[in-house]
C-alpha cells in the first residue's frame, strides 16, 4: 500500500515568484525541491555552463594535467580504459576526443564483461603494455583497483586514474580507513580530501573536466570541446546521476546541443528509435537511446557503442544505430523472461519473505541482473540482488530503495564475497558459488530496515485544481526541467474525482483514456498508462462486478477517485489540448 505524503515547506513564495518572475505555483515547487536562497533559485532556473566549477579545484587533477601535457609532448602511447556501460562509453569517447585533438597518441580499450568483468584488471593491464602503451588512464572505473594499479606501476606504467564512484574503506576499531590505489594521479570528487564543491558528477563528467582542464593548461580554447557536453548529458543521465547542481547545467544545456548534434552515430540512434531531435527530453536519454548503448555492453561488446559514437560516415552510423536497436528488442524479450523467473521465487520461496531479497537466477544472462533487480524493486519495494552464474563463481546486481544504503550494507558481509562495488542504490557483487545461500542470510541479519521503509511514499507537491492547468502554467513547468533522479517530476493532487468517461487505448488496449472532473466541476481529458486491468479489478472490489462489467458503457460515471497527475499538452492533428496524466490513484 502507497504512502501518500503532501508537501508542506514553508517560505515567502510571494516574495520568490515576483523576485524570479515566477507564479506562486512554481515558487511551491522550486521550494520542494530543496532549493533555499537567491543563488540557488537562480542557478537552479536559470544556470548556464558559465556557471560550472573549474576543474581544478579536483584534487590529483594539476597532476593528471602535469603527466599527459608531458605525455602528449613526449609522443607516448597512452592507453584509456573504460567500462561497458553508457557511462563508461561516453566517458572513454570524451578522453579519445579530447587527447586526439591536442595530437596525443592515443587508443582505447574496454573490458569485456562476461569475460573481463568489471572495471581494470590484470589482462587489460598485460595487453597495454603489450600494445607499447607507456600510459593508462581509467575512466569510470579504477578507484577501488588497487591490486591491479600497483601491478601496473609493477610494470613500470604511469596510471591516471579517474572514477566518481565510492572510495574503498575498511573498519579499523570504528573508524573508516579510506584506500586509494597507489595511481601517479587519482581524480575522484568522492575522495575525503577532495574540495571540489559538487560531489555528484558522473566518470564522463569527471573525464570531461579533465580534458577541460587539459585545454587550458596547453593553451588551447577549453570552448573547443563544449560539443562532449551532449556525451556528458547521455552519460548523467543513462548513469541515473541526481540531476542537481552541475549535473542539471550539463544535461540542459547537452540536451539542447542534441537537438542539432553533428555527431553521426548519435543522429543516426535518434533516427534509427523515431526520435524528434528538436523534442528530446532526458525521458528520451534514459529510456531509448541509453538501453540501446548499454545493450551492446550488454549482449555484445561495448566497443560498438564507442564504435558508433566515433562514426566517419552516415551509412556506417545507420548500420551501427540499427544493430544496437536490434541489440536492445533482444536485451527486452530477455528481460521478461528472467523478471518473471524472479517474480516466481519472491512468490513461492523463502527468499521472497526476506526484507532484502537475495534471487539466485543461474540461467540468467548476468548482464541482465541490475535490469531486473531494478524490476523486481519497483514491483516490491525492497532492496533487491539478483544473482546468476559467471564461469566458476557467481556474479550479481542490486537495486536498492531510498532507506537502504546498498554499498556499506554490502561492506558488512566482505568476508563472503569475492569483489564489490557501487553507491547508495545500486551496486556489483562476485561471490563463491556455495556462499550464496550464506548471504542471503548474512544480508538479512545485518538489516535494519522498518516496515514503513518498505512502503512506498509517494510525495504530492500540491492539491491542484483542474482550472488552474492551462497552456501558460505547462509552459513554466519546462522551467523545472530537465526531470529525473533527483529533480523528479511535480506531482499534483486532486481529491474526489469523478469519472465521466472511458476506453482502452494502445497497441495491446491496456492503457486508458479518460474523461474526468474534479469536485469543483472542471472537466479535464486524462490518460493512464498503467495496468488498466489491474485498474478495473480495484473498480471491482469497490463498485461490485456489475459496475466493472459495464464500465464502458456508463457506469464508470459512478466511481469517485483521489489521483495524482501531470499536466500536459496533446498534440493531434495540429490541434493542441490539455490533458493530466495520471499517475497513482486511490479508489474511494
Not at 562509453?89 to 576526443?97: Q, R, W
Not at 488498466?532 to 464500465?551: I, M, Q, S, T
Amino acid at each position: 500500500m502507497e504512502r501518500w505524503v503532501l508537501l508542506r515547506k514553508g517560505a515567502d513564495f510571494k516574495s520568490i515568484s515576483r523576485k524570479f518572475h515566477i507564479s506562486p505555483y512554481l515558487a511551491v515547487l522550486v521550494r520542494n525541491r530543496g532549493i533555499i536562497g537567491d543563488q540557488a533559485i537562480q542557478d537552479y532556473l536559470y544556470g548556464t555552463i558559465a556557471d560550472l566549477y573549474d576543474g581544478m579545484l579536483m584534487k590529483d587533477m594539476d597532476k593528471a594535467v602535469e603527466i599527459l601535457l608531458e605525455k602528449i609532448r613526449e609522443g607516448a602511447r597512452i592507453r584509456i580504459i573504460g567500462d561497458y556501460d553508457i557511462d563508461g562509453v561516453n566517458a572513454t569517447y570524451i578522453l579519445m576526443e579530447g587527447l586526439r585533438g591536442l595530437g596525443a597518441v592515443v587508443d582505447i580499450d574496454i573490458p569485456d564483461r562476461m569475460t573481463d568483468g568489471y572495471g581494470i584488471n590484470q589482462n587489460l593491464i598485460d595487453r597495454a603494455k603489450e600494445a607499447g602503451a607507456d600510459t593508462i588512464i581509467t575512466c569510470d572505473n579504477g578507484i577501488a583497483a588497487a591490486e591491479e594499479i600497483a601491478y601496473g606501476k609493477s610494470l613500470g606504467m604511469t596510471i591516471v586514474v579517474t572514477d566518481h564512484h565510492e572510495i574503498p574503506y575498511r573498519e579499523e576499531n570504528g573508524e573508516r580507513k579510506y584506500v586509494l590505489p597507489p595511481a601517479d594521479a587519482v581524480v575522484d570528487p568522492k575522495r575525503a580530501d577532495c574540495l571540489y564543491p559538487f560531489k555528484g558528477l558522473c566518470g564522463a563528467a569527471v573525464a570531461y573536466k579533465l580534458m577541460e582542464a587539459l585545454y587550458e593548461a596547453s593553451g588551447k580554447d577549453s570552448a573547443d570541446i563544449d560539443y562532449l557536453m551532449e556525451e556528458v548529458a547521455i552519460a548523467t543521465v543513462g548513469d541515473v546521476m541526481d540531476l542537481t547542481g552541475e549535473n542539471r547545467i550539463f544535461v540542459r544545456q547537452g540536451l539542447e546541443m542534441l537537438q542539432s548534434t553533428s555527431n553521426l552515430g548519435l543522429k543516426a540512434l535518434m533516427e534509427c528509435t523515431k526520435i524528434d531531435p528538436a523534442r528530446i527530453s532526458s525521458y528520451h536519454i534514459g529510456f531509448v537511446m541509453g538501453p540501446c548503448m548499454n545493450a551492446s555492453g550488454r549482449l555484445d561488446t561495448a566497443k560498438r557503442a564507442l564504435e558508433l559514437l566515433d562514426a566517419g560516415t552516415k551509412a556506417e552510423a545507420d548500420i551501427l544505430a540499427g544493430d544496437l536497436k536490434a541489440l536492445n528488442d533482444s536485451r527486452k524479450d530477455m528481460t521478461e523472461d528472467a523478471v518473471k523467473q524472479a517474480m516466481e521465487l519472491v512468490e513461492q520461496t523463502a527468499a521472497g519473505r526476506d526484507k532484502v531479497l537475495v534471487l539466485y537466477l543461474p540461467k540468467c544472462h548476468e548482464s541482465l541482473a541490475g535490469i531486473v533487480a531494478g524490476r523486481i524493486r519497483e514491483y516490491y519495494y525492497k532492496p533487491v540482488f539478483v544473482l546468476t552464474d559467471s564461469g566458476e563463481e557467481v556474479k550479481g546486481s542490486g537495486r536498492s530503495i531510498e532507506a537502504y544504503h546498498m554499498y556499506e550494507e554490502l561492506n558488512k558481509c566482505s568476508a563472503l564475497l569475492t569483489r564489490f562495488g557501487g553507491h547508495k542504490l545500486a551496486a556489483g557483487l562476485s561471490l563463491p558459488r556455495k556462499n550464496v545461500e550464506r548471504f542471503r542470510q548474512g544480508i538479512n541479519a545485518v538489516c535494519t530496515l522498518k516496515e514503513e521503509d518498505m512502503q512506498e511514499k509517494v510525495s504530492i507537491d500540491m492539491e491542484l485544481p483542474f482550472a488552474q492547468v492551462t497552456e501558460e502554467f505547462i509552459k513554466e513547468l519546462e522551467l523545472l526541467e530537465p526531470f529525473g533522479k533527483g529533480n523528479p517530476k511535480p506531482v499534483f493532487a486532486q481529491r474526489q474525482v469523478e469519472v465521466l468517461a472511458a476506453r482502452l487505448i494502445g497497441k495491446k488496449r491496456n492503457m486508458l483514456r479518460m474523461q474526468v472532473r474534479d469536485s469543483y466541476g472542471t472537466p479535464m481529458e486524462a490518460v493512464y498508462f498503467g495496468d488498466a486491468l489491474a485498474y478495473l479489478d480495484e473498480v471491482e472490489r469497490h463498485y461490485g462486478a456489475e459496475v466493472k462489467r459495464d464500465f464502458f458503457a456508463g457506469a464508470c460515471q459512478r466511481i469517485r477517485m483521489s489521483v495524482t497527475y501531470y499536466p500536459g499538452i496533446n498534440e493531434y492533428m495540429g490541434e493542441k489540448r490539455v490533458q493530466i496524466t495520471l499517475t497513482h490513484y486511490q479508489i474511494t
